[in-house]
């Protein structure tokens, strides 16, 4: 599978952005799908992921209640909805994907497929 994610932008403190990985092929529905994201100068971190369906996600302590990750498995894309966005999240952002695990995972070692990343900057 190819994982494509283009967007990403500026914006200001408090604002809002949506980022949108789209998948090639047609298992895209059996792939757990996950968002990192690397800040200069620091690892590259989990901040979210969602199973097959949809119906169960997980997130990072410090994004949880500002972004919600979302899929749309008859388009093979999964979006990452951010709100209440701080320079804190300033950062390249990475769509995943998890071919085999049957939970939740936030280690990126069980995340075989990766986009080419996106570029999110928020301003103070």
């Known amino acids: 599978v190819q994982l494509q994610a283009p967007g990403g932008g500026l914006v200001q403190a408090g604002g809002s952005l949506r980022l949108t990985c789209a998948a090639t092929?047609?298992?895209?529905?059996?792939?757990?799908m996950g968002w990192f994201r690397q800040a200069p100068g620091k690892e590259r971190e989990f901040v979210a992921a969602i199973n097959w369906s949809g119906g169960s996600t997980s997130y990072a302590d410090s994004v949880k209640g500002r972004f919600t990750i979302f899929r749309d498995n008859a388009k093979n894309t999964v979006y990452l909805q951010m709100n209440s966005l701080k320079p804190e999240d300033t950062a390249i952002y990475y769509c995943?994907?998890?071919?085999?695990?049957?939970?939740?995972?936030?280690?990126?070692?069980?995340?075989?497929?990766w986009g080419q990343g996106t570029q999110v900057t928020v301003s103070s």
């Open positions: 092929g047609r298992t895209f529905s059996r792939y757990f």
């Open positions: 995943a994907a998890d071919p085999s695990s049957y939970y939740l995972q936030k280690t990126q070692r069980n995340y075989d497929y």
